[in-house]
């Protein structure tokens, strides 16, 4: 099936800093989808982004769909200790059936 | 949480006897989703359900069944369980082109 790729793995930031995650596609990408999970809870849903080139934001957070479709990324400006978690990317089909980048976990030092 | 209910929340059993995890939701949604996740991966997908009595299988099926015989309900089972089958296990429901997801089991196989 189609997989979806995810860097860094890890990343860890002083509070304050920028943090973006990366999640690439060898084929075209019909929509993205981006995940936030906090420790020891579940994945909560953050926006879908189904347009060439578009961008969202939500707060500090801006998301941006490639203008090919293959890949996408989440912006953090200005990390606060609310931010830590894992950011999962997901492409998702119309029977709603998902499949999820291996996602970046993000530590926040004060 | 939209209404989704998993139990048990944990759950701990010995290799070779037979689980049941449950999934309830509250708002009468059609899709319904089980999810695996394990340490440094994504969620995978099990099985799924898109109405009463209608399932299919994930990328993740070997060793797990499902069953569906009410919209509320949606029933995931280790026929024999194998400790490469402890995992979270996450339920998930669809709204629109969100997912929903439950709180989560987790499942020891020792």
């Known amino acids: 099936g189609q997989q979806v790729m995810q860097i860094p793995q890890y990343q860890h930031v002083q509070e304050g800093e920028d943090f973006t995650t990366y999640c690439n596609s060898s084929?075209?990408?019909?929509?993205i989808q981006w995940y936030k999970q906090r420790p020891g809870g579940h994945p909560v849903f953050l926006i879908q982004?189904?347009?060439?080139?578009e961008v969202k934001k939500q707060k500090r957070l801006t998301f941006q769909f490639g203008e090919a479709k293959k890949n996408s990324s989440l912006h953090i400006t200005a990390t606060q200790t609310t931010d830590v978690g894992t950011y999962f990317c997901?492409?998702?089909?119309?029977?709603?059936?998902?499949?999820f980048g291996d996602g970046t976990t993000l530590t926040v030092k004060p | 949480d939209a209404g989704i209910t998993q139990s048990p929340r944990h759950k701990v059993t010995e290799t070779g006897t037979p689980v049941t995890l449950r999934c309830h939701q509250t708002?009468?949604?059609?899709?319904m989703y089980w999810y695996r996740q394990d340490p440094g991966h994504g969620l995978r997908l099990i099985h799924y359900?898109?109405?009463?009595?209608?399932?299919d299988k994930g990328e993740v099926s070997d060793g797990y069944s499902v069953s569906r015989s009410k919209t509320e309900d949606f029933l995931l089972t280790l026929e024999s369980a194998t400790s490469s089958q402890t995992s979270v296990y996450f339920c998930?429901?669809?709204?629109?082109?969100?997912?929903?997801f439950g709180q989560g089991t987790r499942l020891t196989v020792v």
């Open positions: 998930a429901i669809r709204v629109g082109y969100e997912a929903f």
């Open positions: 084929t075209t990408l019909s929509n």
């Open positions: 982004l189904v347009k060439s080139g």
């Open positions: 997901a492409q998702s089909t119309n029977a709603g059936k998902s499949t």
């Open positions: 708002e009468n949604h059609r899709y």
């Open positions: 359900s898109y109405g009463v009595k209608d399932t």
